[in-house]
């Protein structure tokens, strides 16, 4: 990795028709989902997150049209709910951006936002954030990507909801289904300016930074192997398509999961028709 303002992946956005409905499931899951924020009038977005240890998962879904929330309400109208995009950590939003321009992409910002914040003993706070966005055609898989700057984490990494009936800890991995798993892969290293290195089985991963997840981009085939037993059914031809946690205790997982799950040699697996069009995976960390 020689981005010298990203670290790693920092959060995974999932994007919902029904934004109060996903946090239910979510939580039916066994994740303890944060209180709904709202964005501001020109994002248009409310959200509701899974915080993990140093990463987490954001659902997104749009209030009220706008401009700015156009590609994501066009993914919805396309493909429904699912993953969208994934967010890097930046340590300065500004000089990461001005690094991606030096290397031929234009960026999109950075852009300063905030959004209102209950802390636990009922204070109101704000969430204060950068963000610069990759160009929206350079989309490996057909993943967006960008890069958030935390400029307040004491208001976003609450000790109290980091802790999940399921256990989870981290993202480990996020799988990316395509026709053509190696040429996305590489189109992502170029991005980030990492590594691609293909598996013996034809999955090739990506390394996002650091001790954070990886990106493994599969054909349908390997997917389907990697996760046996699971239905794929409804799932895109293109796409970010799941997420897998490392978790403390699987028996726990297992329990939270409920009827949603179906265990396997993997682990726990939540397919993506009970997961708002992800494929949850739950592994010993």
Same mark, same amino acid.
């Given at each position: ?7 790693? /992946? ?7 028709? $029904? ?12 994740? !303890? ?49 699912? /993953?969208?995009? &994934?967010?890097?950590?930046?340590? $300065? ?8 321009? @030096? ?14 914040? #209950? ?31 935390? %400029? ?5 990494? &609450? ?12 993202? %480990? ?10 040429? +996305? ?19 090739? #991963? ?9 990106? *493994?981009?599969? #054909? ?9 037993? !699971?239905?794929?059914?409804? /799932? ?10 490392? *978790? @403390? +205790? ?19 697996? *939540? ?6 069009? *992800? ?7």
């Amino acid at each position: 990795m020689t981005l010298k303002n990203i670290v790693g /992946i920092d959060h995974a956005v999932v994007v919902v028709k $029904d934004l109060d409905a996903a946090a239910a499931n979510w939580k039916s899951l066994g994740f !303890t989902v944060s209180p709904r924020g709202t964005h501001s009038a020109k994002m248009g977005s409310g959200n509701y997150t899974m915080m993990l240890g140093p990463d987490y998962v954001e659902l997104l879904g749009v209030l009220n049209e706008t401009e700015h929330n156009a590609p994501t309400r066009a993914f919805l109208a396309k493909r429904g709910d699912g /993953i969208e995009r &994934i967010a890097f950590t930046t340590t $300065d939003a500004a000089v990461g951006a001005e690094e991606i321009r @030096a290397r031929g992409y234009t960026p999109i910002g950075p852009t300063d936002f905030e959004r209102p914040v #209950t802390m636990p003993d009922g204070s109101l706070s704000a969430a204060k954030f950068a963000t610069y966005q990759w160009p929206y055609e350079e989309a490996p898989g057909g993943l967006r990507i960008f890069a958030c700057q935390h %400029k307040t984490r004491e208001t976003v990494w &609450i000790p109290e909801l980091q802790v999940h009936a399921n256990t989870a800890k981290r993202l %480990k991995k996020v799988f990316i289904v395509t026709p053509e798993p190696e040429t +996305d892969a590489q189109h992502m290293a170029k991005l980030i300016d990492g590594s691609a290195k293909t598996e013996a089985d034809g999955a090739v #991963t990506v390394p996002s930074g650091g001790d954070r997840a990886d990106f *493994v981009f599969v #054909t349908k085939d390997v997917l389907a192997k990697h996760f046996p037993g !699971t239905s794929l059914a409804g /799932i895109p031809e293109r796409g970010g398509i799941s997420l897998v946690f490392g *978790v @403390a +205790d699987i028996a726990a997982a297992e329990k939270a999961a409920g009827s949603a799950d179906s265990r396997s040699d993997v682990g726990v697996v *939540v397919p993506p028709s009970k997961g708002n069009g *992800v494929l949850l995976a739950f592994v010993k960390d």
